[in-house]
């Protein structure tokens, strides 16, 4: 067949078509199935070195995030060089023209070096693990994934956070060691002092049992004067993240038994005085 004067070899179009798209094909077949099998395989080697070598489970699975990351993006930089093996293209030249524009954006990529540079102190500074309840960059929240360039944290209304790593120049990690739970309670001005600490200790005592306490909950006494209360206060050592919940269940107990015994827990009260002329 003619087409402006030139030949077009249709057969030979076709065959080169057929020849580069089976291999290509093998070569998305081939990274389909080698990605679940490497994800797998990661996995499987840190929960190993995790039982030989009794490391948490929260820095496993930071670490696990982290490698399998990684490993997709060595995917994704394999299977483009070689899809340019198949299409018989040289790679040299692209890299070398990749590497003159990066050199020419490098300068408006330092965000993102700093972004690397302070993920790994953070990883090897062991300073937040995956599961961790952290305050970071102004956000509250359990951290889902630790990134080379950015952080993952889930706030405790459900939103996800990104926050890039540069950003977190400090951490406060709420989820190292026991935590605390603290309660205060404010009784009437008229009300027994005395007898109320006698009431709230009896329920300190009813959660002595209680296997979210590591020690109390005590009762510490008045813990300072309020426009209408008196405020007293209990504090006790929880297990990691089973502080609000203990803290809950103490203060509904606090409740019933205050009402049992004619207790009162005050409210604000405002005065109005209407002048006559």
Same mark, same amino acid.
């Given at each position: ?91 040299? @030249? ?6 003159? #524009?990066?050199?020419?954006? %490098? $300068? !408006?990529?330092?965000?993102? =070096?700093?972004? &690397? ?93 209680? @296997? ?6 005590? #009762?510490?006494?008045?813990? %300072? $004067? !309020?426009?209408?209360?008196? =405020?007293?206060? &209990? ?43």
């Amino acid at each position: 067949m003619f087409e402006n004067g030139l030949k077009i070899d249709w057969s030979f179009i076709l065959e080169n078509v057929i020849y580069y798209g089976i291999q290509i094909l093998i070569l998305i077949i081939a990274l389909l199935i080698i990605s679940p099998i490497g994800k797998k395989l990661i996995s499987a080697a840190l929960n190993k070195s995790s039982s030989r070598q009794n490391v948490s489970e929260a820095r496993i699975q930071t670490l696990e995030k982290l490698l399998l990351n990684v490993f997709s993006y060595v995917l994704i930089f394999i299977f483009v060089v070689m899809f340019f093996g198949i299409i018989e293209q040289p790679i040299g @030249p692209l890299l070398a023209g990749a590497g003159v #524009v990066g050199l020419a954006i %490098g $300068f !408006g990529a330092q965000g993102l =070096v700093s972004d &690397i540079v302070t993920g790994f102190f953070i990883l090897l500074e062991k300073q937040i693990d995956v599961g961790d309840y952290v305050t970071a960059a102004g956000y509250d929240g359990i951290v889902e994934e630790v990134g080379l360039r950015t952080t993952k944290i889930r706030g405790f209304n459900g939103t996800l956070h990104y926050l890039p790593n540069r950003e977190i120049a400090g951490v406060s990690n709420h989820s190292r060691g026991n935590m605390r739970a603290l309660v205060d309670i404010g009784i009437s001005y008229d009300d027994n002092i005395d007898q109320a600490m006698a009431v709230l200790k009896s329920v300190c005592e009813e959660f002595e049992s209680d @296997p979210r306490f590591m020690e109390g909950p005590d #009762v510490l006494g008045v813990q %300072g $004067f !309020g426009s209408s209360e008196v =405020v007293l206060r &209990i504090i006790g050592k929880t297990e990691n993240m089973e502080q609000w919940g203990a803290e809950r269940e103490i203060r509904k107990r606090i409740k019933e038994t205050f009402d049992e015994n004619n207790i009162e827990i005050p409210f604000p009260h405002q005065v109005y005085v209407q002048k006559n002329n």
